[in-house]
């Protein structure tokens, strides 16, 4: 891993918010993380968390309006990309910045040939001619392994299986040989066969392609596959973020803590008790008080804590995080006893 | 896909049968094919020799002495392009109609046109600025077109531009070329009469079904591969809802328009296919008044073909098996 | 949601609240005679049975009674029409009112959905009034006659020449060439609009889901049958056809109602149709048939009441189109000429523009009001009662 002091994407304190009839929705409420260059960086949440409304909202593809970028700056490459024009921001989109999301089975236009929805991704930033942007759509098939590039490419999406169709889309997503690979839950609607292919194929391209990859997802087991290193968000805050060791095996927020005993695997699968705090009226406090067990008086006023530095590159975001030496008790009921680490810090 | 086109013209064939036939029950149970001789009665009281009326009327319904002769009478007539005699305008009926076409045609084609374009793109732009202010104001467009009573809103118009105005004419004149601004100037009233309610009837459509689109993930990869706001709208939300479109097309506004146009016709006076079967239906011109009735009648089965061929080239999914 | 108070237990995991429930325990206590549905079928009788007395043997002249209340008179002859009016209503009372009365939770929900849309609760409101002027009003104000000294009188507040007396409250919409008064031609108007609107749309209702449950129920020919022939019904454009058969069976009001219910049913027919065949798979249909129900029974105690609310948004939306065209065939004179449309009046103020505008404008703003009114209504109860539909 190539790990320099700038950064590829640096996000900034971002803050989407979303203006409904039952109120705002603060959908990501100051949200701050680093992509180095050839990294992975992982955000993981549960769905309603906010992952994929940061993940769309550093190229702007939310909805604006009824969605709004309302604070915070988000630097790829050094440049701010919340004060670009719209102009600039499709140049980006496609260009250095490609998707791929979740559903392959609505992601491409059912009344187009894949080579045509391909060929779009590349006219819209290169100045190729029909037959040249042809030859690199094929290249592309052939390089996310579609077999037989050369004939698929004029067959419609629905000849496609669902498998298949998350790698035309992976292909759309690198026509312009993007520098950063935004993935929102790619392989969520796929079989599990076919999930570790999509997640090889990825890490082959990464290499390829010499790129940086925003994996989304609410499966920690994808995580340890293919992070380097991880962004826990809850609620539309960042509850942890650190390396994939440091959010295995030295996890320090309570709400990671539970996501890992949701591991299939684990001896005693636990779910979380309680759901998402209310979107338009977050709780004071951190906003996980009401579900955790540690929760304490101080957990419930102010604001989310901020994130405190643990060791280098290992931020989380709770008061209690020196838990096991302040002296406050651990938690009465058993816990699963194969936990690789817990409040031992 | 080629089974599917001729299987879809043999059925055009078989619609077009039931159709004939249905009409051809309807005419020989109804009270006007057994009031045979009060007719000849008519037309012997306005002096026409007795012998030569009831052939006449022979002709005029293709009357025969079975059901059958009549239904074989009826068919053949019609297949053969010899749709009887008009006794109104003492001419075979075809060369009525030929002669009357253009005065429809030149008035519906353009509130076609416009009424297309128009309704498409306003649903588009509501669809796609949804719950905005423009949205509500052509939504609450589209109900007072398709609420509009066409004959009303006419003489309404007509009431203001021109009896208080006087900037337009009231009636339709045929002293002034086809290809005039005199003409041009005679038609705008109509044409904006029979386009609002198609306006309406299409933007509303054309809203319902864009916005299926405007969430869709496809639309988001679009969006996500750097195109501009109107390549996304123009490729991915209006395309595909195209499909579902050209049915309404045929269905919903030929419809409209063809009934808007009898209307018109009416009030305007423009002597085009809709007044004749007006004037045909006033005056008992029975072979007038099923063919014009029965024009329509094809072009909807023609049209209803052309947009399942049109249906199968624009969405690669259709299930050819079907039908 | 839980209102699954039913007893037969078939219609669990079915979790929205709909329409269709409302009935649903009336439908399922199988042949109880509940209260309301003797005197449903006490009141429809009776009316079907006064009917068929009048037309054999009442007199076309004679009133059934005369009353006199001060001003106001009351004396029916009912024709046809009348008859079929006062059934239609009976129907509307019975199977939409008073379920809603029985039901008041759901009634709560349905209204709290259909409240959010303003323009649906002015046009309810609206179409309140109207309907009350046109089963109430021509008893109230009277019906137009001819008065040729009140010839073009100018509605109230309305003079020719500025200055000069104009309209008075005599005759507050003004009067027509031949001295009738338009308040009574719009109240009469109000009256056949309503009658056409109601009766066809019950048509509507009770042919659409005849044949649309039919289809979904059977299968196989007897769906390819009727669909097809639905199908050939659709491509026929329906004003020409409703155009053609008035043109031979002639045009009385009767008449021209039974032609718009027959010709215009076919679209919703389709639409119950297919959503008869969601509900075919369901599994209080396989419940019923495994306990050895008949299949009238099936589908007309189980489908029908599942598909109502199909069945009523589009025949609410088809009321607009009823109304029109009514209104366009008494415009082009093919309607009846015993009665005062809406239509009629506008084309006979077509010919006075110049001097008389208000003869062809006042009836034709209440057509184009009842027409926006039901379409406005017909719009939010698609999305009140709709859940498919967005």
Same mark, same amino acid.
């Given at each position: ?45 549960? %769905? ?77 930033? /290169?100045? &190729? %001619? ?70 090889? &194929? ?48 030295? %996890?320090? /927020? ?8 949701? &591991?299939?695997?684990? %001896? ?20 996980? /008080? ?16 901020? &994130? ?5 590159? /290992? ?31 | ?63 025969? $002495?079975?059901?059958?002769?009549? #239904?074989?009478?009826? @068919? ?7 749709? *009887? ?21 030149? #008035? ?14 306003? *649903? ?31 003489? @309404? ?6 009896? @208080? ?5 009231? #009636? ?53 591969? *750097? ?14 809802? @195209? ?7 045929? *269905? ?32 008992? $011109? ?38 | ?43 429809? +009788? ?23 209340? +001060? ?60 309907? !009350? ?87 196989? !020919?007897?769906?390819?049958? =009727? ?89 609410? !939306? ?48 209440? =057509? ?12 939010? !109860? ?9």
């Amino acid at each position: 891993m190539t790990m320099t002091d700038d950064p590829l994407l640096s996000i900034r304190n971002l803050q989407t918010y979303f203006h409904t009839d039952d109120g705002v929705v603060k959908a990501v409420d100051g949200v701050s993380f680093d992509v180095d260059r050839g990294e992975t960086v992982c955000i993981v949440g549960e %769905s309603g968390s906010g992952k994929s409304v940061t993940s769309e909202s550093i190229t702007q593809l939310i909805p604006i309006p009824p969605g709004e970028i309302v604070g915070g700056e988000v630097y790829f490459d050094g440049e701010d990309v919340t004060e670009l024009s719209t102009g600039e921001l499709q140049e980006l989109r496609g260009g250095r910045i490609g998707h791929v999301f979740q559903n392959p089975q609505g992601a491409l236009n059912p009344v187009y040939t894949v080579g045509y929805q391909i060929r779009e991704a590349i006219d819209a930033h /290169h100045d &190729l %001619s029909k037959a040249e942007a042809r030859q690199r759509a094929i290249r592309l098939l052939e390089d996310v392994g579609i077999p037989e590039a050369a004939t698929r490419i004029d067959d419609y999406p629905h000849e496609f299986s669902g498998g298949m169709k998350q790698r035309v889309v992976i292909a759309i997503a690198l026509a312009c040989e993007p520098d950063l690979l935004i993935a929102d839950e790619p392989t969520t609607a796929l079989d599990v066969t076919i999930e570790a292919q999509i997640l090889d &194929l990825l890490r082959d391209l990464q290499d390829e392609y010499d790129m940086s990859i925003v994996f989304i997802t609410h499966d920690l087991g994808v995580v340890a596959e293919i992070a380097d290193r991880v962004v826990v968000m809850y609620a539309g805050k960042v509850m942890e973020t650190g390396s994939v060791e440091d959010i295995f095996e030295n %996890s320090a /927020h309570p709400y990671t803590e539970a996501l890992l005993e949701c &591991l299939p695997g684990q %001896s005693n699968l636990e779910p979380i008790p309680g759901t998402l705090p209310s979107a338009t009226d977050p709780p004071d406090g951190c906003r996980f /008080h009401d579900r955790c067990e540690y929760a304490t008086e101080e957990c419930r006023v102010g604001d989310q804590p901020a &994130l405190s530095e643990i060791e280098d590159g /290992h931020g989380v975001s709770c008061v209690h995080w020196q838990r096991g030496s302040d002296g406050l008790p651990e938690p009465t009921d058993v816990r699963g006893p194969v936990r690789s680490t817990g409040g031992e810090r | 896909m080629k089974a599917y086109i001729a299987k879809r013209i043999a059925w055009t064939f078989f619609a077009t049968w039931v159709t004939l036939t249905i009409t051809f029950l309807l005419l020989d149970f109804s009270p006007i094919s057994a009031a045979g001789a009060e007719f000849v009665d008519q037309q012997v009281q306005q002096g026409m020799d007795a012998d030569e009326a009831r052939e006449l009327y022979q002709e005029q319904l293709g009357h025969g $002495d079975t059901a059958w002769e009549r #239904y074989t009478n009826f @068919m053949v007539g019609l297949a053969t392009f010899d749709w *009887g005699w008009s006794s109104m305008y003492s001419q075979p009926v075809v060369d009525v109609i030929a002669n009357s076409w253009i005065y429809s045609f030149q #008035y519906v084609f353009p509130a076609t046109v416009l009424s297309v374009i128009l309704g498409f793109a306003i *649903g588009l732009y509501s669809a796609t600025h949804q719950y905005t202010k423009e949205d509500y104001a052509a939504t609450l467009f589209a109900f007072t077109g398709i609420s509009l009573p066409n004959f009303w809103f006419a003489i @309404m118009l007509i009431l203001i531009f021109a009896t @208080m105005l006087g900037w337009l004419p009231t #009636y339709y004149s045929t002293d002034v070329a086809l290809l005039s601004l005199e003409n041009a100037k005679q038609l705008i009233l109509p044409v904006i009469v029979l386009s609002t309610a198609a306006i309406a009837s299409e933007m509303r459509y054309a809203r319902a079904e864009s916005l299926e689109y405007v969430h869709a993930e496809f639309v988001k990869t679009a969006r996500a591969k *750097g195109l501009s706001e109107n390549q996304v709208t123009i490729r991915h939300i209006f395309r595909p809802a @195209m499909v579902p479109l050209i049915t309404i097309l045929v *269905g919903d506004i030929l419809g409209l328009l063809f009934a808007g146009g009898y209307v018109i016709e009416v009030i305007f006076q423009i002597p085009g296919l809709g007044l004749v079967s007006y004037e045909a239906i006033i005056q008992q $011109d029975t072979p007038l008044v099923l063919a014009t009735v029965l024009i329509p009648v094809f072009i909807a089965i023609i049209g209803n073909l052309v947009q399942d061929i049109c249906y199968t080239i624009l969405d690669p999914r259709i299930d050819f098996g079907d039908r | 949601m839980s209102t699954e108070t039913h007893t037969d237990g078939t219609r669990d995991g079915h979790d929205e609240i709909t329409f269709e429930d409302v009935d649903w325990e009336e439908f399922d206590g199988g042949l109880e005679w509940t209260r309301t549905r003797v005197a449903a079928y006490l009141t429809m +009788g009776g009316i079907a049975l006064a009917w068929l007395l009048d037309s054999l043997y009442g007199s076309r002249r004679d009133p059934l009674v005369d009353y006199q209340f +001060g001003p106001v008179e009351f004396a029916p002859n009912p024709g046809n029409v009348e008859w079929l009016f006062t059934l239609t209503l009976a129907v509307l009372f019975f199977y939409c009112l008073v379920p809603l009365y029985q039901n008041p939770r759901r009634t709560k929900h349905y209204w709290k959905e259909f409240k959010k849309n303003k323009a649906a609760v002015a046009s309810l409101v609206f179409l309140v009034f109207i309907f !009350l002027v046109a089963v109430f009003g021509p008893f109230i104000v009277g019906r137009p006659e001819l008065d040729l000294a009140n010839a073009y009188q100018p509605p109230v507040f309305y003079s020719y020449v500025p200055g000069l007396e104009g309209g008075t409250w005599e005759h507050p919409f003004g009067t027509m060439q031949s001295g009738e008064d338009i308040l009574q031609t719009v109240v009469i108007g109000a009256r056949v609009s309503m009658m056409v609107g109601l009766i066809g749309c019950l048509m509507i209702v009770v042919l659409a889901s005849a044949v649309g449950t039919t289809a979904a129920y059977f299968g196989g !020919l007897v769906d390819e049958v =009727l669909m097809r022939f639905v199908d050939i019904m659709l491509t026929f454009p329906t004003f020409f056809l409703i155009l053609f058969v008035v043109y031979l069976y002639g045009g009385d009001l009767f008449t021209i109602i039974l032609i718009l219910g027959l010709t215009t049913w076919t679209a919703t027919s389709r639409l119950v149709r297919s959503e008869a065949l969601q509900r075919n798979e369901e599994q209080y249909i396989d419940a019923a048939k495994n306990v050895g129900a008949s299949e009238r029974w099936i589908i007309t105690r189980h489908l029908v009441p599942n598909v109502s609310n199909t069945i009523i948004t589009a025949a609410t !939306l088809a009321i607009p189109s009823l109304i029109l065209y009514e209104a366009v065939l008494a415009f082009l004179g093919f309607g009846d000429p015993n009665v005062w449309s809406w239509g009629r009046v506008i084309s006979e103020g077509r010919g006075d523009l110049q001097n008389a505008w208000w003869i062809a404008t006042i009836p034709g703003v209440f =057509l184009f009001l009842t027409v926006l009114a039901f379409n406005f209504l017909g719009d939010a !109860l698609r999305d009140a009662l709709d859940p498919r539909h967005e």
